[in-house]
């Protein structure tokens, strides 16, 4: 006699389960790589003539005048924001996989559609990154004795991340924490399609050269990682001139930006601080990754 069997149900819908597993990837990412970011910060938005003369002399500079906290400088901003950033990108990207899937959960998607889906996420995230990486920004590199604001007068550092929010809204209107949107969507497209295509590109051929398929937790790390350097590959400039228009008031204009960090240090500006990005970038996403997986994995089988 025939029995007939139903597929079961997960027990968490599938746009919950990328919700839990991405926030806890975007947690793992600050906890790891939120010091090399304060770094990078730094050396993209620092002075001509320079202060740092190298990512190392930031460092000590930096742990010298403020302890080790230092470093951890602004944490609270993207603690807050990136655990829901990341939760936001994963149920974005998963969400147009499963467009580009057409109702056929079973259809394994190529790598340039897994990268269309990337760009689908990137293009949302850049809504959220855009007034979160403002603040941080602005965290991350204020005097402690206090700033110049755009009325030209001398204002007091900020206390925390709600403090400069209120604050810039406060100044500038709603529009000023978006200060830098159009830069952040050039940035985060294309990095995002990059992002996606690294890490399942390089999943699928560590599977294709194991005779069992099956993916190591070092596979998954090394997969992860990898991945931040693929994003950063097509978005650095973009990320340097952002971080320099949301940081100083006086830019009018992004071309402002291009035509006065090019006077002052060549091409190489745009390259600015990639030493400390690049080494936050394989650890950090070998983080996010793999606390994604594991949380998936872990929903999966409830």
């Not at 899937?101 to 995230?125: C, H, P, R, T």
């Amino acid at each position: 006699m025939a029995t007939l069997t139903q597929e079961k149900k997960p027990l968490i819908p599938k746009l919950a389960q990328d919700l839990i597993a991405g926030t806890i990837g975007g947690w793992a990412q600050v906890v790891v790589g939120h010091p090399a970011d304060t770094i990078k910060v730094r050396l993209q938005t620092q002075p001509s003539p320079p202060i740092y003369s190298s990512a190392m002399d930031c460092v000590r500079k930096l742990i010298k005048e403020e302890g080790a906290k230092g470093l951890y400088r602004g944490v609270m901003s993207p603690l807050a924001g990136i655990g829901f950033c990341n939760a936001v990108m994963f149920m974005a990207n998963g969400h147009s996989r499963r467009l580009l899937q057409n109702g056929d959960e079973k259809k394994v998607l190529s790598i340039v559609e897994i990268g269309i889906a990337g760009s689908m996420a990137g293009s949302v995230m850049a809504f959220l990154n855009c007034p979160i990486e403002l603040l941080k920004v602005k965290l991350q590199t204020q005097d402690p004795k206090g700033f110049i604001g755009a009325d030209g007068k001398h204002q007091p550092a900020y206390k925390g991340v709600i403090d400069c929010g209120v604050r810039t809204v406060r100044d500038q209107g709603f529009k000023g924490i978006y200060r830098g949107m159009g830069i952040t969507l050039l940035r985060d497209t294309p990095s995002y399609f990059a992002y996606f295509v690294g890490y399942e590109g390089i999943k699928r051929l560590i599977q294709s050269v194991k005779s069992d398929g099956k993916l190591s937790t070092f596979d998954l790390l090394m997969a992860g990682g990898l991945s931040g350097f693929a994003a950063w590959i097509p978005a650095y400039p973009q990320d340097v001139i952002k971080s320099n228009f949301q940081n100083d008031l006086r830019y009018k204009s992004l071309g402002q930006v291009v035509k006065t960090l090019y006077k002052a240090s060549g091409p190489k500006a745009f390259i600015n601080g990639i030493g400390p990005t690049l080494v936050r970038a394989f650890p950090a996403n070998a983080a996010t990754f793999f606390a994604y997986e594991m949380a998936m994995d872990a929903m999966s089988k409830l």
